[in-house]
């Protein structure tokens, strides 16, 4: 059977679990901390690793463990199968999320104009063999948007704020973990275009003016929707196409 395992506080799930992964945890094995003192989301152009607000009491951080047999070269999709299996998870807490819940491509969920979710997804090598990939999401759960820090009350909100309800974390947690693994093995088994038209159906990202990284540079342009390889497509000024394979997108 494989172990969940349920922490009070931890510096970051992701951390737990990627040292897990090194010491041979199976596939499938889970870490929930109801507090993580280092919470991180993904890093931005530049270098710049961002913060995710992680207090007590309220919020789900989950890491799970993937040992995908994969190629490392295409593993990439497996964020976009993590969030379709959050997006799952999350409208089966609360059907009051569906119309408004989608994904921000790569590894964000958004109600509305305002993120709910965001996932990081980190790969542990051997040698040239991809060996596991952690999953990790934070949820912003029942806290008022009221208590976040400042610099994030307008642009973020949480499932109680948007839906007037508590909810119950260990469920979330349980249904969050099941869901992620199964949008990530049919991604593992039958590719990506298996989950594509859903991934599609619920990006908002067609004909927003965004900035992608390229490189360690951003270029401005308007996001053209998800490609057959899960890249986002940007049109530039020039009216050449950009397929942006990984890193920040940024709706202007």
């Given at each position: 059977?494989?172990?969940?395992?349920?922490l009070?506080?931890v510096?970051?799930?992701?951390?737990?679990?990627?040292?897990a992964?090194?010491?041979?945890?199976a596939?499938?094995?889970?870490?929930?901390?109801?507090?993580?003192?280092a919470?991180?989301?993904?890093?931005?152009?530049?270098?710049?690793?961002?913060?995710?607000?992680?207090?007590?009491?309220?919020?789900?951080?989950?890491s799970?463990?993937?040992?995908?047999?994969?190629?490392?070269?295409?593993?990439?999709?497996?964020?976009?199968?993590?969030?379709?299996?959050?997006?799952r998870?999350?409208?089966q807490?609360s059907?009051?999320?569906?119309?408004?819940?989608?994904?921000?491509?790569?590894?964000?969920?958004?109600?509305?104009?305002?993120?709910?979710?965001?996932?990081?997804?980190?790969?542990?090598?051997?040698?040239?063999?991809?060996?596991?990939?952690?999953?990790?999401?934070?949820?912003?759960?029942?806290?008022?948007?009221?208590?976040?820090?400042?610099?994030?009350?307008?642009?973020?909100?949480?499932?109680?704020?948007?839906?007037?309800?508590?909810?119950?974390?260990?469920?979330l947690a349980?249904?969050?973990?099941?869901?992620?693994l199964?949008a990530?093995?049919?991604?593992?088994?039958?590719?990506?275009?298996?989950?594509?038209?859903?991934?599609?159906?619920?990006?908002?990202?067609?004909?927003?003016?965004v900035?992608?990284?390229?490189?360690?540079?951003?270029?401005?342009?308007?996001a053209?929707?998800i490609?057959?390889?899960?890249?986002?497509?940007?049109e530039?000024?020039?009216g050449?196409i950009?397929?942006?394979?990984?890193?920040?997108?940024?709706?202007?």
């Open positions: 059977m494989t172990t969940i395992h349920v009070e506080e510096e970051s799930t992701n951390d737990v679990a990627l040292a992964a090194e010491a041979g945890a596939h499938g094995a889970c870490w929930i901390a109801d507090h993580q003192r919470g991180r989301g993904r890093r931005e152009v530049g270098g710049q690793q961002r913060s995710w607000h992680s207090p007590a009491g309220s919020n789900l951080y989950l799970l463990l993937l040992r995908p047999e994969l190629e490392p070269s295409i593993a990439a999709p497996l964020t976009l199968a993590a969030a379709l299996g959050a997006r998870a999350l409208v807490a059907d009051a999320l569906e119309e408004d819940l989608w994904i921000k491509w790569p590894n964000d969920l958004y109600h509305g104009d305002r993120k709910l979710a965001g996932i990081l997804t980190e790969g542990v090598m051997t040698g040239t063999k991809l060996d596991a990939v952690v999953v990790g999401i934070g949820v912003n759960v029942n806290i008022e948007v009221a208590d976040f820090p400042e610099d994030l009350i307008p642009t973020v909100t949480s499932m109680q704020s948007a839906t007037g309800e508590r909810i119950d974390r260990l469920k349980l249904s969050m973990r099941r869901e992620i199964a990530s093995q049919i991604l593992i088994e039958d590719g990506l275009d298996a989950i594509l038209d859903e991934l599609r159906a619920h990006d908002r990202s067609e004909g927003r003016a900035l992608a990284a390229r490189g360690e540079d951003e270029v401005e342009g308007i053209r929707g490609d057959d390889r899960g890249h986002l497509r940007v530039l000024e020039d050449s950009l397929a942006v394979q990984a890193g920040e997108v940024r709706f202007i």
